[in-house]
């Protein structure tokens, strides 16, 4: 099995090199390289073509939801988890509108960060804890602040129904068992509704899903 390219992004040398450390240890990923800003990040990206990205939010020079764009737009395929130390909620949204695959905090325990790159470069998507129960009050709040459902062209009806699933948190796993239907068949399904809706990750039809008020009361 062919280890997972990671480039790291984070203005700080020794976080940078405690990162670092910690995952050439495992035998599934591959350091191959380092950036201290958006800006060198992106230029590395583009030369190194890694498979996924450890970007922190807040840099010196081009930060990282100035650099995000720009990696999704150089490499569509490649997956961004921000690793940050922000627990704001717009910055978790917006980062997550543009394409991240997830975002950590920097104050996650070393198993939760090793899994969580594993499930994001499966496609998966993932964030810390307390990020989820802040995007969760934001899916709350949207719903109370927008009464009525706006209609979402293209989806058919069970693709409807996955999104909402996907937007409250449910896994594949969760979504086949609740849906009766195969795991196989919710990822298919999974790969139409991003497909029609021109997204990237399954946190981009959440976040649509909570744009367009789509969830059910």
């Given at each position: 099995?062919?280890?997972?390219?990671?480039?790291?992004?984070?203005?700080?040398?020794?976080?940078?090199?405690?990162?670092?450390?910690l995952?050439?240890?495992?035998?599934?990923?591959?350091?191959?390289?380092?950036?201290?800003?958006?800006?060198?990040?992106?230029?590395?990206?583009?030369?190194?073509?890694?498979?996924?990205?450890?970007?922190?939010?807040?840099?010196?020079?081009?930060?990282?939801?100035?650099?995000?764009?720009?990696?999704?737009?150089?490499?569509?395929?490649?997956?961004?988890?921000?690793?940050?130390?922000?627990?704001?909620?717009?910055?978790?949204?917006?980062?997550?509108?543009?394409?991240a695959?997830?975002?950590?905090?920097?104050?996650?325990?070393?198993?939760?960060?090793?899994?969580?790159?594993?499930?994001?470069?499966?496609?998966?998507?993932?964030?810390?804890?307390?990020?989820?129960?802040?995007?969760?009050?934001?899916?709350?709040?949207?719903?109370?602040?927008?009464?009525?459902?706006?209609?979402?062209?293209?989806?058919?009806?069970?693709?409807?129904?996955?999104?909402?699933?996907?937007?409250?948190?449910a896994?594949?796993?969760?979504?086949?068992?609740?849906?009766d239907?195969?795991?196989?068949?919710v990822?298919?399904?999974?790969?139409?509704?991003?497909?029609?809706?021109?997204?990237?990750?399954?946190?981009?039809?959440?976040?649509?899903?909570?744009?367009?008020?789509?969830?059910?009361?």
């Amino acid at each position: 099995m062919e280890k997972i390219k990671i480039l790291l992004a984070d203005d700080h040398p020794l976080f940078r090199s405690g990162i670092k450390l910690l995952l050439q240890r495992q035998k599934d990923f591959d350091v191959i390289g380092e950036a201290s800003d958006g800006a060198e990040c992106v230029k590395l990206a583009q030369k190194l073509k890694p498979d996924l990205v450890l970007l922190d939010l807040h840099m010196e020079g081009v930060g990282g939801l100035e650099a995000l764009p720009l990696l999704k737009k150089e490499i569509p395929d490649v997956y961004v988890l921000m690793l940050t130390v922000s627990e704001d909620t717009e910055d978790l949204i917006e980062a997550l509108k543009l394409g991240a695959s997830g975002y950590l905090l920097k104050n996650i325990d070393t198993d939760f960060l090793l899994d969580s790159i594993k499930r994001a470069a499966n496609g998966e998507s993932v964030m810390s804890p307390q990020m989820a129960v802040n995007l969760a009050n934001a899916i709350r709040l949207e719903k109370k602040v927008t009464p009525e459902k706006e209609e979402v062209p293209h989806l058919s009806p069970r693709e409807a129904q996955i999104i909402q699933l996907i937007a409250k948190g449910a896994s594949n796993k969760e979504i086949a068992r609740g849906l009766d239907i195969a795991e196989s068949t919710v990822k298919i399904h999974v790969q139409g509704i991003l497909r029609k809706l021109n997204l990237t990750s399954r946190v981009q039809a959440a976040i649509y899903a909570i744009d367009h008020n789509l969830l059910e009361n």
